[in-house]
């Protein structure tokens, strides 16, 4: 399973950018793309871009949670959250809103979904996690505590919005592997921080770890291939 996310930064500068986004999954060939900062502005399209992009790349299946209304610098308002892009069946999806504290200035959700890969289920979860270290840390542990209480170990992926997120190892230790473990990489170049991610689970295998140019977003995309462990 190969899987691609990328924090799509709105709709800013999109008609340079989308062309460019096109290029790059086609040559990446993901199986399934994770969305963040999925925005709908209808002053500037009456779509999302995932949908613009689910049409130029010629996905069949298109999932989007666009839940939370913000503030915005340039319009009064905008709804924004996450989405994803599929080859395969998504017999299941699900957004979550998680636990707010006082000071975040963001209610943050998550979107689960399950695929189907040849009738084995992969199941996933999407993440945009709060832009202070310690509201997404608070954020990580809620999924964790979520997933163990649901009995379920999904493959998370999106932007954590942490800084070296493998320093605080202590989280997942005994869970998963997280993919800058393996690999010392950079997703956001402009402020010199790595924020995406792939936290997997130990019943699957990270075979590889690859990162985008920097012309995308103001994040690279990050794509991992995986498999089940044997």
Same mark, same amino acid.
């Given at each position: 399973m190969r899987i691609t996310s990328l924090n799509l930064q709105g709709f800013a500068d999109w008609e340079a950018r989308m062309p460019r986004v096109v290029a790059y999954l086609q040559q990446a060939a993901p199986d399934v793309i994770l969305f963040q900062e999925v925005v709908w502005l209808p002053e500037i399209s009456p779509v999302t871009q995932v949908d613009l992009l689910g049409r130029a790349l010629g996905f069949p299946y298109r999932h989007e949670s666009v839940t939370r209304l913000q503030r915005g610098r340039v319009v009064e308002d905008y709804r924004e959250g996450l989405g994803l892009l599929s080859r395969h069946p998504v017999p299941a999806t699900e957004a979550l809103v998680l636990h707010h504290e006082q000071g975040d200035p963001h209610q943050r959700i998550v979107q689960l979904a399950?695929?189907?890969?040849?009738?084995?289920?992969?199941?996933?979860?999407?993440?945009?996690?709060?832009?202070?270290? &310690? +509201?997404?840390?608070?954020? /990580? $542990?809620?999924?964790?505590?979520?997933?163990?209480?649901? =009995?379920?170990?999904?493959?998370? !992926?999106? &932007? +954590?919005?942490?800084?070296? /997120? $493998?320093?605080?190892?202590?989280?997942?230790?005994?869970? =998963?592997?997280?993919?800058?473990? !393996?690999? &010392?990489?950079?997703?956001?170049? /402009?402020?010199?921080?790595?924020?995406?991610?792939?936290?997997?689970p130990d019943r699957y295998a990270i075979e590889s770890v690859r990162i985008s140019g920097d012309d995308l977003s103001d994040h690279r995309a990050l794509t991992v291939d995986l498999r089940p462990a044997s």
């Open positions: 399950d695929v189907d890969v040849g009738g084995a289920i992969w199941p996933l979860m999407n993440v945009h996690l709060s832009v202070r270290d &310690d +509201f997404a840390l608070h954020n /990580l $542990e809620e999924v964790l505590r979520m997933q163990e209480s649901r =009995g379920e170990r999904r493959i998370l !992926g999106g &932007d +954590f919005n942490v800084d070296h /997120l $493998e320093r605080h190892a202590e989280l997942w230790r005994g869970w =998963g592997r997280l993919t800058s473990e !393996g690999r &010392d990489y950079m997703s956001r170049p /402009l402020s010199h921080e790595n924020d995406d991610y792939f936290l997997v």
